[in-house]
Protein backbone atom coordinates (compact mmCIF):
# COMPACT_ATOMS: atom_id res chain seq x y z
CA UNK A 1 0.00 0.00 0.00
CA UNK A 2 0.79 3.32 -0.78
CA UNK A 3 2.30 5.45 2.43
CA UNK A 4 0.15 7.90 3.95
CA UNK A 5 2.64 10.41 3.18
CA UNK A 6 2.33 9.79 -0.34
CA UNK A 7 -1.06 10.62 -0.82
CA UNK A 8 -2.13 13.76 -2.25
CA UNK A 9 -4.15 14.99 0.72
CA UNK A 10 -5.19 18.42 -0.24
CA UNK A 11 -8.34 17.13 -2.35
CA UNK A 12 -9.85 14.75 0.07
CA UNK A 13 -9.01 17.38 2.76
CA UNK A 14 -10.37 20.27 1.11
CA UNK A 15 -13.72 18.51 0.04
CA UNK A 16 -14.31 17.44 3.83
CA UNK A 17 -13.58 21.08 5.02
CA UNK A 18 -16.05 21.93 2.37
CA UNK A 19 -19.15 19.86 3.36
CA UNK A 20 -18.63 20.70 6.99
CA UNK A 21 -18.55 24.35 6.04
CA UNK A 22 -21.82 23.58 4.09
CA UNK A 23 -22.71 21.07 6.91
CA UNK A 24 -23.38 24.13 9.13
CA UNK A 25 -25.88 25.83 6.28
CA UNK A 26 -27.78 22.81 6.70
CA UNK A 27 -28.03 23.00 10.07
CA UNK A 28 -29.08 26.38 10.27
CA UNK A 29 -32.23 26.05 7.92
CA UNK A 30 -35.18 25.61 9.69
CA UNK A 31 -37.27 22.63 9.46
CA UNK A 32 -39.31 23.48 7.05
CA UNK A 33 -36.63 24.85 4.55
CA UNK A 34 -35.08 21.44 5.00
CA UNK A 35 -38.59 19.57 4.08
CA UNK A 36 -38.80 22.02 1.15
CA UNK A 37 -35.17 20.88 -0.15
CA UNK A 38 -35.35 17.02 0.72
CA UNK A 39 -38.74 17.45 -1.49
CA UNK A 40 -36.45 18.65 -4.41
CA UNK A 41 -33.97 16.20 -3.92
CA UNK A 42 -36.50 13.28 -4.47
CA UNK A 43 -38.06 15.49 -7.94
CA UNK A 44 -34.78 15.72 -9.18
CA UNK A 45 -34.10 11.91 -8.98
CA UNK A 46 -37.41 11.50 -10.79
CA UNK A 47 -36.11 14.49 -13.85
CA UNK A 48 -32.85 13.04 -14.13
CA UNK A 49 -34.08 9.29 -13.83
CA UNK A 50 -32.60 8.84 -17.89
CA UNK A 51 -29.33 9.56 -16.67
CA UNK A 52 -28.94 7.92 -13.22
CA UNK A 53 -30.64 5.25 -15.38
CA UNK A 54 -28.14 4.75 -17.38
CA UNK A 55 -24.71 5.23 -15.65
CA UNK A 56 -26.62 2.16 -13.87
CA UNK A 57 -26.82 0.26 -16.77
CA UNK A 58 -23.25 0.81 -17.62
CA UNK A 59 -22.62 -0.58 -13.91
CA UNK A 60 -24.39 -3.22 -14.01
CA UNK A 61 -22.25 -4.17 -17.36
CA UNK A 62 -18.97 -4.12 -16.00
CA UNK A 63 -20.16 -5.65 -12.77
CA UNK A 64 -21.38 -8.73 -15.24
CA UNK A 65 -18.30 -9.04 -17.57
CA UNK A 66 -16.32 -9.06 -14.02
CA UNK A 67 -18.47 -12.32 -12.93
CA UNK A 68 -20.65 -10.71 -9.71
CA UNK A 69 -22.35 -13.25 -8.81
CA UNK A 70 -26.54 -13.02 -8.49
CA UNK A 71 -26.89 -11.38 -4.85
CA UNK A 72 -24.25 -8.62 -5.68
CA UNK A 73 -26.18 -7.62 -8.80
CA UNK A 74 -29.42 -7.62 -7.15
CA UNK A 75 -28.21 -4.58 -4.91
CA UNK A 76 -26.48 -2.88 -7.50
CA UNK A 77 -29.40 -2.96 -10.18
CA UNK A 78 -31.53 0.01 -10.58
CA UNK A 79 -34.89 -0.51 -12.66
CA UNK A 80 -37.76 2.61 -13.01
CA UNK A 81 -39.63 1.38 -10.30
CA UNK A 82 -36.57 1.07 -7.69
CA UNK A 83 -35.39 4.74 -8.92
CA UNK A 84 -38.94 5.91 -7.99
CA UNK A 85 -39.22 3.96 -5.04
CA UNK A 86 -35.74 5.67 -4.12
CA UNK A 87 -37.67 9.29 -4.84
CA UNK A 88 -40.39 8.18 -2.54
CA UNK A 89 -38.35 6.98 0.31
CA UNK A 90 -36.59 10.43 0.06
CA UNK A 91 -40.34 11.72 0.35
CA UNK A 92 -40.95 9.98 2.94
CA UNK A 93 -37.40 10.96 5.11
CA UNK A 94 -39.06 14.73 4.42
CA UNK A 95 -42.06 13.94 5.77
CA UNK A 96 -40.60 12.37 9.13
CA UNK A 97 -40.79 14.51 12.30
CA UNK A 98 -38.10 16.82 12.63
CA UNK A 99 -35.62 15.70 15.61
CA UNK A 100 -33.15 18.64 15.75
CA UNK A 101 -34.29 20.99 18.79
CA UNK A 102 -36.30 18.05 20.32
CA UNK A 103 -36.44 18.64 23.98
CA UNK A 104 -35.50 15.18 25.61
CA UNK A 105 -34.91 16.47 29.54
CA UNK A 106 -36.39 19.92 30.93
CA UNK A 107 -36.48 20.64 34.59
CA UNK A 108 -35.43 23.91 37.01
CA UNK A 109 -32.64 23.00 39.37
CA UNK A 110 -32.90 24.24 43.18
CA UNK A 111 -30.97 27.21 42.21
CA UNK A 112 -33.24 28.32 39.57
CA UNK A 113 -31.29 27.31 36.56
CA UNK A 114 -33.44 25.63 33.98
CA UNK A 115 -31.52 22.80 32.63
CA UNK A 116 -32.24 21.29 28.91
CA UNK A 117 -31.55 18.63 26.80
CA UNK A 118 -31.63 19.15 22.95
CA UNK A 119 -31.18 17.56 19.80
CA UNK A 120 -28.47 18.95 17.73
CA UNK A 121 -27.01 17.65 14.04
CA UNK A 122 -24.01 15.30 14.37
CA UNK A 123 -22.02 17.47 11.90
CA UNK A 124 -20.28 15.49 9.16
CA UNK A 125 -20.98 12.08 9.00
CA UNK A 126 -19.25 10.09 6.00
CA UNK A 127 -20.89 6.96 4.66
CA UNK A 128 -18.53 3.98 3.26
CA UNK A 129 -20.59 1.46 1.51
CA UNK A 130 -20.53 -1.04 -1.36
CA UNK A 131 -22.83 -1.71 -4.36
CA UNK A 132 -26.13 -0.12 -3.19
CA UNK A 133 -26.82 3.19 -5.48
CA UNK A 134 -30.03 3.48 -3.44
CA UNK A 135 -28.03 3.99 -0.49
CA UNK A 136 -26.51 7.39 -1.86
CA UNK A 137 -29.62 9.16 -2.50
CA UNK A 138 -31.64 7.82 1.13
CA UNK A 139 -28.16 8.42 3.21
CA UNK A 140 -28.20 12.00 1.58
CA UNK A 141 -31.54 12.73 2.60
CA UNK A 142 -31.56 11.68 6.04
CA UNK A 143 -28.35 13.57 7.53
CA UNK A 144 -29.72 16.54 5.51
CA UNK A 145 -32.93 16.18 7.03
CA UNK A 146 -31.23 15.75 10.85
CA UNK A 147 -29.33 19.21 9.94
CA UNK A 148 -25.74 17.05 8.80
CA UNK A 149 -23.40 17.25 5.91
CA UNK A 150 -22.40 13.85 4.55
CA UNK A 151 -19.63 12.62 2.49
CA UNK A 152 -20.55 9.36 0.49
CA UNK A 153 -17.97 6.88 -0.73
CA UNK A 154 -19.46 4.18 -2.50
CA UNK A 155 -18.17 0.98 -3.86
CA UNK A 156 -16.79 0.99 -7.52
CA UNK A 157 -19.07 -1.39 -8.59
CA UNK A 158 -21.98 1.24 -8.49
CA UNK A 159 -19.64 4.91 -9.37
CA UNK A 160 -21.64 5.88 -12.22
CA UNK A 161 -24.78 5.38 -11.10
CA UNK A 162 -23.61 7.17 -7.87
CA UNK A 163 -22.31 10.02 -9.55
CA UNK A 164 -24.98 10.15 -11.59
CA UNK A 165 -27.20 10.67 -8.34
CA UNK A 166 -24.74 13.17 -7.03
CA UNK A 167 -25.43 15.37 -10.06
CA UNK A 168 -29.30 15.55 -9.80
CA UNK A 169 -29.24 16.17 -5.83
CA UNK A 170 -26.46 18.75 -6.69
CA UNK A 171 -28.82 20.68 -8.54
CA UNK A 172 -31.45 20.17 -6.34
CA UNK A 173 -29.23 21.48 -3.48
CA UNK A 174 -27.86 24.62 -5.56
CA UNK A 175 -31.79 25.50 -6.25
CA UNK A 176 -32.27 25.76 -2.92
CA UNK A 177 -29.45 27.75 -1.61
CA UNK A 178 -27.58 24.88 0.15
CA UNK A 179 -23.72 23.91 -1.24
CA UNK A 180 -23.61 20.99 -2.90
CA UNK A 181 -20.70 19.91 -1.22
CA UNK A 182 -23.71 19.20 1.40
CA UNK A 183 -23.58 15.97 -0.27
CA UNK A 184 -20.38 15.78 -1.51
CA UNK A 185 -19.53 12.14 -3.24
CA UNK A 186 -15.75 10.70 -3.72
CA UNK A 187 -14.99 10.04 -6.65
CA UNK A 188 -11.53 8.38 -5.72
CA UNK A 189 -12.20 4.79 -4.75
CA UNK A 190 -8.69 3.72 -4.19
CA UNK A 191 -8.05 2.44 -0.60
CA UNK A 192 -5.31 5.17 0.24
CA UNK A 193 -8.14 7.96 -0.43
CA UNK A 194 -10.35 6.00 2.18
CA UNK A 195 -7.58 5.35 4.42
CA UNK A 196 -6.78 9.43 4.52
CA UNK A 197 -10.62 10.15 4.73
CA UNK A 198 -10.96 8.16 8.05
CA UNK A 199 -7.72 10.56 8.98
CA UNK A 200 -9.60 13.88 8.85
CA UNK A 201 -11.19 13.51 12.81
CA UNK A 202 -11.47 16.98 12.98
CA UNK A 203 -13.49 17.62 9.84
CA UNK A 204 -15.75 14.73 10.00
CA UNK A 205 -18.07 13.14 13.18
CA UNK A 206 -19.12 9.87 12.29
CA UNK A 207 -18.09 7.17 9.78
CA UNK A 208 -20.74 4.99 9.35
CA UNK A 209 -19.74 1.59 7.21
CA UNK A 210 -21.86 -0.54 5.22
CA UNK A 211 -20.90 -3.54 3.26
CA UNK A 212 -18.50 -6.52 3.37
CA UNK A 213 -16.55 -7.83 6.77
CA UNK A 214 -13.16 -6.94 4.47
CA UNK A 215 -14.69 -2.83 4.40
CA UNK A 216 -15.69 -3.08 7.96
CA UNK A 217 -12.72 -4.15 8.97
CA UNK A 218 -10.60 -1.80 7.63
CA UNK A 219 -12.30 1.23 8.70
CA UNK A 220 -12.66 0.21 12.39
CA UNK A 221 -8.91 -0.40 12.02
CA UNK A 222 -7.94 2.58 10.27
CA UNK A 223 -10.50 4.99 11.25
CA UNK A 224 -9.31 8.35 13.90
CA UNK A 225 -13.17 9.52 14.04
CA UNK A 226 -15.81 7.91 15.13
CA UNK A 227 -17.27 5.00 13.89
CA UNK A 228 -20.78 2.83 13.84
CA UNK A 229 -20.41 -0.34 12.10
CA UNK A 230 -23.33 -1.71 10.19
CA UNK A 231 -21.71 -5.12 10.51
CA UNK A 232 -22.89 -8.28 8.66
CA UNK A 233 -26.09 -10.03 9.19
CA UNK A 234 -25.57 -13.91 10.31
CA UNK A 235 -29.38 -13.47 11.75
CA UNK A 236 -30.77 -16.47 13.29
CA UNK A 237 -34.01 -18.16 13.17
CA UNK A 238 -34.69 -21.15 16.29
CA UNK A 239 -37.91 -23.16 16.61
CA UNK A 240 -38.77 -24.34 19.56
CA UNK A 241 -40.25 -27.40 20.74
CA UNK A 242 -43.62 -25.42 21.39
CA UNK A 243 -43.62 -23.56 18.05
CA UNK A 244 -46.34 -23.46 15.77
CA UNK A 245 -45.15 -25.48 12.75
CA UNK A 246 -46.76 -23.79 10.14
CA UNK A 247 -45.89 -20.25 11.46
CA UNK A 248 -42.68 -21.20 11.58
CA UNK A 249 -42.73 -22.16 8.43
CA UNK A 250 -44.05 -18.83 7.50
CA UNK A 251 -41.19 -17.38 9.38
CA UNK A 252 -38.56 -19.02 7.62
CA UNK A 253 -39.80 -18.90 4.24
CA UNK A 254 -39.89 -14.79 4.46
CA UNK A 255 -36.83 -14.35 6.75
CA UNK A 256 -34.52 -16.27 3.69
CA UNK A 257 -36.51 -16.09 0.47
CA UNK A 258 -38.11 -12.81 0.03
CA UNK A 259 -34.58 -10.39 -0.13
CA UNK A 260 -32.11 -13.22 0.55
CA UNK A 261 -28.88 -10.59 -0.32
CA UNK A 262 -30.43 -7.94 2.31
CA UNK A 263 -28.71 -7.91 5.70
CA UNK A 264 -32.29 -8.94 7.60
CA UNK A 265 -31.94 -12.06 5.81
CA UNK A 266 -32.03 -15.58 7.78
CA UNK A 267 -28.97 -17.29 7.19
CA UNK A 268 -29.12 -19.98 9.99
CA UNK A 269 -31.98 -22.37 11.41
CA UNK A 270 -31.60 -23.63 14.62
CA UNK A 271 -34.52 -26.83 15.21
CA UNK A 272 -35.27 -28.04 18.86
CA UNK A 273 -34.84 -31.91 18.30
CA UNK A 274 -38.05 -32.76 20.11
CA UNK A 275 -39.72 -31.27 16.26
CA UNK A 276 -36.52 -31.65 14.10
CA UNK A 277 -38.20 -34.97 12.56
CA UNK A 278 -41.64 -33.07 11.97
CA UNK A 279 -40.20 -30.13 10.93
CA UNK A 280 -37.01 -30.38 8.84
CA UNK A 281 -39.20 -32.53 5.94
CA UNK A 282 -41.43 -29.58 5.55
CA UNK A 283 -38.37 -26.72 5.73
CA UNK A 284 -36.91 -29.25 2.89
CA UNK A 285 -40.24 -28.77 0.81
CA UNK A 286 -40.91 -25.37 1.55
CA UNK A 287 -37.13 -23.89 0.42
CA UNK A 288 -36.30 -26.77 -1.95
CA UNK A 289 -39.18 -25.37 -3.85
CA UNK A 290 -37.47 -21.79 -4.06
CA UNK A 291 -34.26 -23.13 -4.95
CA UNK A 292 -32.87 -22.60 -1.50
CA UNK A 293 -29.26 -24.81 -0.90
CA UNK A 294 -28.85 -26.06 2.82
CA UNK A 295 -26.08 -26.83 4.70
CA UNK A 296 -26.71 -29.28 7.82
CA UNK A 297 -25.39 -30.98 10.32
CA UNK A 298 -25.31 -34.82 11.00
CA UNK A 299 -28.75 -34.56 12.97
CA UNK A 300 -30.11 -32.95 10.07
CA UNK A 301 -28.90 -33.76 6.80
CA UNK A 302 -31.13 -37.55 6.88
CA UNK A 303 -34.24 -35.08 7.27
CA UNK A 304 -32.91 -33.02 4.85
CA UNK A 305 -32.43 -34.57 0.75
CA UNK A 306 -30.64 -33.00 -1.24
CA UNK A 307 -28.74 -31.28 1.50
CA UNK A 308 -24.87 -30.84 2.08
CA UNK A 309 -23.11 -31.57 5.26
CA UNK A 310 -22.25 -27.62 6.66
CA UNK A 311 -18.99 -26.40 8.10
CA UNK A 312 -17.98 -24.46 10.83
CA UNK A 313 -17.38 -21.31 8.69
CA UNK A 314 -21.14 -22.16 7.07
CA UNK A 315 -22.55 -21.41 10.54
CA UNK A 316 -20.24 -17.88 10.68
CA UNK A 317 -21.36 -16.96 7.10
CA UNK A 318 -23.64 -13.98 5.78
CA UNK A 319 -24.43 -15.87 2.65
CA UNK A 320 -26.59 -12.84 0.93
CA UNK A 321 -27.83 -16.10 -1.44
CA UNK A 322 -30.39 -18.93 -1.62
CA UNK A 323 -28.05 -21.00 1.22
CA UNK A 324 -29.30 -21.40 4.33
CA UNK A 325 -27.34 -23.28 7.47
CA UNK A 326 -28.85 -25.75 9.18
CA UNK A 327 -28.94 -27.41 13.05
CA UNK A 328 -30.49 -29.75 15.15
CA UNK A 329 -30.06 -28.44 18.94
CA UNK A 330 -30.99 -30.26 22.32
CA UNK A 331 -32.66 -27.01 23.65
CA UNK A 332 -33.02 -23.79 24.31
CA UNK A 333 -29.91 -23.28 26.08
CA UNK A 334 -28.10 -25.08 23.21
CA UNK A 335 -29.58 -22.46 20.57
CA UNK A 336 -28.60 -19.65 23.00
CA UNK A 337 -24.73 -21.23 23.06
CA UNK A 338 -25.09 -21.62 18.67
CA UNK A 339 -25.40 -18.04 18.52
CA UNK A 340 -23.29 -16.35 21.14
CA UNK A 341 -21.20 -18.29 19.39
CA UNK A 342 -21.80 -17.36 15.65
CA UNK A 343 -24.13 -13.90 15.81
CA UNK A 344 -22.68 -10.55 13.90
CA UNK A 345 -25.15 -9.09 17.23
CA UNK A 346 -27.99 -8.22 14.32
CA UNK A 347 -30.67 -10.22 14.37
CA UNK A 348 -32.27 -13.51 16.36
CA UNK A 349 -35.59 -14.84 15.88
CA UNK A 350 -37.26 -17.25 18.07
CA UNK A 351 -40.66 -19.14 17.13
CA UNK A 352 -42.04 -20.42 20.71
CA UNK A 353 -45.25 -21.03 22.60
CA UNK A 354 -43.83 -20.81 25.55
CA UNK A 355 -43.66 -17.10 27.27
CA UNK A 356 -41.02 -18.17 29.55
CA UNK A 357 -38.90 -19.55 27.02
CA UNK A 358 -39.08 -16.15 25.02
CA UNK A 359 -38.46 -14.09 27.76
CA UNK A 360 -35.15 -16.37 28.08
CA UNK A 361 -34.26 -16.01 24.83
CA UNK A 362 -34.94 -12.09 24.66
CA UNK A 363 -32.84 -11.61 27.94
CA UNK A 364 -29.98 -13.72 27.63
CA UNK A 365 -29.01 -11.90 23.91
CA UNK A 366 -27.22 -8.84 23.17
CA UNK A 367 -28.45 -8.65 19.30
CA UNK A 368 -29.53 -5.21 18.41
CA UNK A 369 -32.87 -6.85 17.26
CA UNK A 370 -34.27 -10.12 18.85
CA UNK A 371 -37.30 -11.43 17.48
CA UNK A 372 -40.23 -13.58 19.03
CA UNK A 373 -42.88 -14.88 16.83
CA UNK A 374 -41.71 -12.34 13.83
CA UNK A 375 -39.75 -12.30 10.69
CA UNK A 376 -36.12 -11.01 10.44
CA UNK A 377 -37.03 -8.63 8.08
CA UNK A 378 -38.43 -6.48 10.17
CA UNK A 379 -35.72 -5.28 11.62
CA UNK A 380 -35.86 -2.41 9.48
CA UNK A 381 -36.19 0.91 10.40
CA UNK A 382 -39.01 1.49 8.57
CA UNK A 383 -40.82 -1.59 9.92
CA UNK A 384 -40.13 -0.32 12.70
CA UNK A 385 -41.73 2.82 13.11
CA UNK A 386 -38.12 4.52 12.80
CA UNK A 387 -38.98 5.98 8.67
CA UNK A 388 -35.70 5.17 6.53
CA UNK A 389 -33.07 4.07 7.75
CA UNK A 390 -29.25 4.75 7.34
CA UNK A 391 -28.23 1.36 8.51
CA UNK A 392 -28.30 -1.33 11.47
CA UNK A 393 -25.77 -0.55 13.92
CA UNK A 394 -24.32 -3.79 15.39
CA UNK A 395 -21.76 -1.25 17.24
CA UNK A 396 -23.42 -0.55 21.28
CA UNK A 397 -22.96 2.98 21.62
CA UNK A 398 -25.75 5.61 21.32
CA UNK A 399 -26.92 3.79 18.36
CA UNK A 400 -27.48 0.27 18.52
CA UNK A 401 -30.24 -1.44 15.65
CA UNK A 402 -31.82 0.15 13.12
CA UNK A 403 -30.81 3.70 12.88
CA UNK A 404 -33.55 6.64 12.20
CA UNK A 405 -32.78 10.38 11.79
CA UNK A 406 -32.44 10.19 16.19
CA UNK A 407 -29.60 8.05 15.68
CA UNK A 408 -27.77 10.84 13.37
CA UNK A 409 -28.38 13.42 16.12
CA UNK A 410 -26.68 14.00 19.76
CA UNK A 411 -28.01 15.84 22.70
CA UNK A 412 -26.33 18.71 24.20
CA UNK A 413 -27.16 20.67 27.57
CA UNK A 414 -28.40 24.10 27.30
CA UNK A 415 -28.50 26.16 30.49
CA UNK A 416 -30.74 29.18 31.00
CA UNK A 417 -30.06 31.25 34.35
CA UNK A 418 -30.55 34.64 35.96
CA UNK A 419 -27.12 35.21 36.98
CA UNK A 420 -26.37 32.66 39.10
CA UNK A 421 -22.94 31.93 40.14
CA UNK A 422 -21.61 28.61 41.84
CA UNK A 423 -21.28 28.91 46.03
Do not use: W
Not at 28 to 51: C, F, H, I, K, Y
Not at 115 to 140: H, W
Amino acid sequence: MTGLKDIPMSEIEAKARACRDAAQIVAGLDSAARRTLLLAMAQALEVNAGLILAGNARDLAAARDKGVGSAMLDRLALDPARLFAMAEAVREVAALPDPVGQVTRDDVRPNGIRVQKVRVPLGVIAMIYEARPNVTAEAAALCLKAGNGVILRGGSEAIHSNTAIALALAGALQANGVPPAAVTVLTDLRREAMLELLQLHELIDLAIPRGGEGLIRFVAEHARVPVIKHYKGVCHLFVDASADLGKAIDLLVDGKCSRPAACNSLETLLVHRDVAGAFLPRVAQALGERGVQLRADAQAQPLLPGSTAATDEDYAAEFLDLVLAVRVVDDLDAAIAHIRRYTSDHTEVIATGDAGHAERFVNALRSAVVMVNASSRFSDGGQLGLGSEIGISTTRLHAYGPMGLEALTVERFVVRGEGQTRK
